[in-house]
């Protein structure tokens, strides 16, 4: 099986990557080899390369910064992923997409469901949703995976900021009233090969099991790191209201994912977020 990935350097396009099943022929891809917004260009290198699986993981991930770079957004996480969608379909390979929690707006109460209505409150959320569009509409028997607080060993994420902060900083002040699921690239590597596996279509919902505010998971990442020895010590983690961290852009205040029909397919729940924290931890500690 021929593979192609884009996004090769991201958290989860690394992921994917080190996770391949056996006998696949992995061909990744990043920003510098391929412009997904560049529609001759993807169907060139998708004819040149004659997948049979395409996997999207390159996406435009800066929040705050699309408030202002709409454009740019767009062509990464809106026009890209309908190239690629479409290329596939030309050469009847699958295709995979990976989406995010923000096309939602954060005031339901109970976990969303891949079929709730959306409503983005951003740039960031809005191109993540005309993607989701482009590639159903190019081809209709995609998987497209919505995902969340997604953090890797390796790259910028929530978890090795808080490492550094709280190695540098008295203390740490973090929101409170933002609720999701961290969740580990590994994991979701592991989940989005298996749902190809068993041929899922649609869009799905995988996160790690149970929920958390921004808070509560930095709390947990200077428990678990102060305990392998990450951290010489602990200092105090603060709760802040979303007013008192001002963004450009709004961000969903409730934002669970409800993933039971992609547990069904893959045949397993998720590791609960804290477990899979301290797994990561564990790796950057042996990783030195």
């Known amino acids: 099986m021929k593979v192609l990935v884009t996004g090769a350097g991201g958290q989860l396009g690394r992921a994917l990557q080190a996770s391949a099943p056996i006998g696949a022929d992995v061909v990744a891809l990043g920003h510098a080899d391929l412009d997904i ?7 060139a290198l998708v004819g040149e390369l004659a997948p049979d699986l395409i996997i999207n993981a390159a996406a435009y991930t800066a929040v705050d910064r699309a408030e202002s770079d709409a454009d740019a957004a767009y062509r990464v996480n809106g026009v890209g992923p309908g190239n690629l969608a479409a290329a596939a379909a030309a050469r009847q390979a699958r295709f995979v997409h990976v989406s995010t929690d923000f096309v939602f707006d954060g005031t339901s109460g109970s976990p969303y469901a891949p079929d709730h209505p959306t409503a983005p409150l951003g740039v960031y959320g809005a191109s ?13 028997h995609a998987l497209i995976v919505r995902t969340a607080w997604v953090y890797g060993v390796t790259g910028g994420n929530f978890v090795r900021t808080m490492l550094r902060l709280m190695a540098e900083r008295e203390e740490v002040r973090v929101v409170a009233d933002q609720i999701g699921t ?3 690239a590994g994991s979701l590597a592991g989940a989005i090969w298996a749902l190809d596996a068993a041929n899922a279509r649609g869009i799905h919902h995988w996160t790690d099991s149970g929920a958390a505010s ?10 678990e790191a102060v305990a392998l020895g990450l951290l010489a010590c602990a200092v105090p983690v603060l709760p802040i209201a979303t007013s008192d961290y001002p963004t450009p852009a709004r961000r969903p205040a409730y934002s669970v994912l409800e993933n039971s029909a992609a547990v069904a397919l893959v045949g397993a729940p998720a ?10 931890l564990g790796e950057i500690k042996a990783n030195g």
């Open 37 to 43: 917004g560049d529609e001759d260009a993807v169907a």
């Open 128 to 140: 993540k949703r005309a993607g989701e569009q482009a590639v159903l509409a190019a081809c209709p």
């Open 182 to 184: 961290p969740t580990f």
């Open 214 to 223: 921004w808070y509560d998971f930095a709390v947990a990442i200077q428990e």
């Open 271 to 280: 590791p609960h977020w804290r477990v899979n924290l301290r797994n990561m």
